[in-house]
C-alpha cells in the first residue's frame, strides 16, 4: 500500500528535466540510424515509417520536460504514444520512454497520482492478455506477451514504489528527528522554569522570613523608649539578619556546586518559625506534634513541604497581620495538617508575590492541598490551611503564580 506521507520535491528544476529530455531524444534519433531497429508487437515488419515513429516519440521526449514537476504530464502524453510505437512501430526507444512514463508518476506524483498510475498500468496489461486470448493467439507466443507486460510495466512501477518509499521513510524519520528536537526544546525550557520557580519559592520561604523579622524589630526598637527591650530588639534583628545572611549564602553554594542533587542548609525548623511568630505577637500559640518530625511517621519530603508552606504562611503573617495568632501542625489519621490564623491588618491592601502561589506549588508536589482566605464566619480574620499527605506523592506542576492577598 503507498504511504499517506506525500513526497516533499528538493532536486534541482526545470535544468535537470531539460537535459534528461535532451538525452532521451538524442537516444530516439540515434538508434534506427545505427540499425538497432525492431518490429511492432501488431504490426510486424510493416509499421508505419520512421518519420511518424519519430514523431511520436519525440513528442513523448518533450513531455519529459514536466516529469518532476507535473509527471501527470509525462504519463497522459508519453504513454499512450511509447505504448502505441511499441504495437505499431519499431523504435526501441519506446520502451525507455513507457518506463519513464510509469516511473516518473510514481516517483514523483503525488500518492494518488502514483495509485493511478499502477491501476492503469496493470488494467493495460490485463486488457493486452485477454485480447491476445480472444484472438487466439498461440500458448507460447503468449507467455511471451506475458513475460513483455511483466517486464516492461511492472519493472517501473515496482522500482518507483520501492524508490517512493524509501523517500516517504527518511523524510518521516527527519520530520521525527524535528519534533524530537522540538521537545527537547520544551522538557528544557519547562526544566528551567521549574528550577527558577523552586529558587525563587526557597528564596522567598528562606530568606524573606529573616528579613522580614528584621524590619519588624528595627521598626520596633524605634519606637520603644526602655532602653533594654529596644536593645532586646535591636538584638533579634542582628540575629534575623545574619541567619538571613547565612542561608542566603548556603543557597549559593548550592547554585554554584556541580553536584547534583545538592540542597541548601538553611535554617528553617519548627521552634524557628515559633520564634518568628512569636516575635510579632508574643502571645501566638504555638502547637507542633512531635511526630510530624519523625521520618518514621512521616515521609522526609512531607516534612520538608509543610515546613516551607508554614514558613510562607509565618512570614505573610508577619508581614501584614497582627495578634492575635495561632499555628497548629498535627497529624490527622493519613494527613499532615497546617493550619494559622490572624487578625488581618486594618490597612492591608492586596501585593503582588510568589506567598500564595508557593502555597499551592509546595502542597501540589506532595499531592496535597493549600488555601488562604478569610474565615467565612469571620472575614476580619485570616487563616492559611495546608493538608498534605503522610507519604507524599505528585509532580511539581507548572501553575502561575497568584497574587498574594493581603493577610
Known sequence: MPSAVEPVEHEPGLGRDLLVAALYAGVVVALPLLGLQSSGLLSGRDGWGLPVSLTLLLVSCASLLWRRRRPAVTLAVAGPLSLAELLGGGNIGAYLLLFEALFDPVMHGSARLARLTTGLAITTGSLGMLAALV????????????????????????????????????????????????????????????????????????????????????????????????????????????AALRDLRSMIGVLSSEEAGALPQATLDWPSLSARLRGRDPQAR??????????????????????????????????????????????????????????????????????????????????????????????????????????????????????????
Request: proline residues 7%.
Open 286 to 407: 504555638v502547637e507542633v506534634e512531635p511526630a510530624l518530625s519523625d521520618p518514621a511517621q512521616v515521609e522526609p519530603s512531607a516534612q520538608a513541604a509543610l515546613l516551607r508552606i508554614g514558613a510562607e504562611a509565618v512570614t505573610n503573617a508577619v508581614r501584614h497581620g497582627r495578634a492575635p495568632m495561632t499555628m497548629t501542625a498535627r497529624r490527622e489519621e493519613d494527613a499532615a495538617v497546617l493550619t494559622l490564623t490572624n487578625e488581618r491588618s486594618d490597612d492591608a491592601a492586596p501585593r503582588t508575590g510568589v506567598g500564595r502561589g508557593a502555597l499551592a506549588h509546595r502542597a501540589a508536589a506532595v499531592g496535597g492541598t493549600a488555601s488562604a482566605g478569610p474565615l467565612p464566619d469571620d472575614t476580619s480574620r485570616w487563616q492559611v490551611e495546608a493538608r498534605l499527605p503522610l507519604c507524599a506523592r505528585g509532580e511539581h506542576p507548572f501553575a502561575p503564580d497568584l497574587e498574594e492577598p493581603p493577610t
Open 135 to 242: 484472438a487466439g493467439v498461440p500458448g507460447p507466443q503468449v507467455l511471451l506477451l506475458a513475460m513483455l507486460i511483466v517486464l516492461v510495466l511492472a519493472t517501473p512501477l515496482l522500482w518507483g514504489w520501492e524508490v517512493r518509499h524509501h523517500r516517504e521513510a527518511r523524510f518521516a524519520a527527519e520530520r521525527l528527528a524535528g519534533l524530537e528536537q522540538e521537545l527537547a526544546a520544551v522538557r528544557t525550557s519547562r526544566a528551567v522554569e521549574a528550577e527558577r520557580r523552586t529558587i525563587a519559592h526557597d528564596l522567598h520561604d528562606v530568606v524573606a522570613g529573616h528579613l522580614s523579622a528584621v524590619s519588624l524589630h528595627t521598626g520596633l526598637a524605634a519606637s520603644l523608649e526602655d532602653a533594654a527591650e529596644r536593645e532586646s530588639s535591636l538584638r533579634t534583628a542582628g540575629d534575623s539578619a545574619r
